[in-house]
């Protein structure tokens, strides 16, 4: 069965729910989520927090101690994967979602824990910060949420706790936001176009096909809108 996944959008908008996620590992049929953080945004301010540890049911492995620094004795008496997500979905309602790295990521084990604990699909349109900080700081080498802290000059130390990145994304996306208004501002759109599917709203990405470069919709195969590019 064909997965309804929300789409992944290339916009700056006011009001939104910036979310992580700490994990046993990087598997979602694997793993288990282990801590869920969130912080609702209305008008491009934090108005409400959420956050829960997760206890997985099972050991969580030294190696993923070693990055979040979560251990079996801290989850011990936190809810289970079950009660934890349902909370999450209830916080975070219809909102856009936004993340670091989440397209190919949180928004899967989120998208999993919702299907097989609750039995219903996570459906929320999402803003992947990974995506924009390539995009609008291609002068940095990396783009780690810490790396586009820093060129922010923001304070990423507590990095790889859910609520932490939480807050270290929201005022990351706000920053790249501006940039993206700034370029509007200057008369410089053109790229900005060809961010947004004029089909469904989800995100044009560059593809390489048959006949050589051209724009896809990222919601393909549920949108196959295309645009040849410009010369």
């Known amino acids: 069965m064909e997965r309804n996944k929300g789409k992944r959008l290339g916009r700056y908008v006011g009001d939104y729910v910036v979310f992580d996620l700490e994990t046993t590992g990087i598997n979602p049929e694997r793993d288990s989520i282990i801590e869920i953080s969130a912080l609702k945004v209305k008008d491009h301010r934090v108005v409400e927090e959420f956050s829960t540890l997760v206890n997985p049911g099972r050991h969580i492995p030294a190696g993923a101690t070693a990055v979040n620094g979560i251990t079996d004795r801290m989850v011990a008496d936190a809810p289970d994967v079950r009660t934890a997500i349902e909370r999450f979905v209830e916080f975070i309602g219809d909102n856009i979602l936004v993340g670091h790295n989440i397209h190919t990521f949180d928004m899967n084990f989120a998208y999993d824990a919702a299907w097989n604990f609750l039995g219903r699909e996570l459906g929320n349109d999402y803003v992947d910060t990974l995506y924009l900080a390539r995009r609008y700081l291609p002068e940095l080498s990396h783009h780690k949420l810490t790396d586009v802290a820093e060129h922010f000059q923001l304070q990423t130390q507590g990095a790889h706790r859910a609520l932490f990145d939480c807050m270290m994304n929201q005022s990351c996306y706000e920053e790249i936001g501006r940039l993206m208004e700034a370029r509007k501002k200057s008369g410089n759109a053109e790229q900005e176009e060809e ?5 469904c709203g989800g995100e044009l990405v560059l593809r390489k096909g048959k006949f050589g470069m051209f724009y896809g ?15």
């Open 195 to 199: 961010i947004t599917c004029p089909s």
């Open 217 to 231: 919709c990222s919601s393909y195969p549920r949108c196959r809108f295309t645009r040849n590019v410009r010369a």
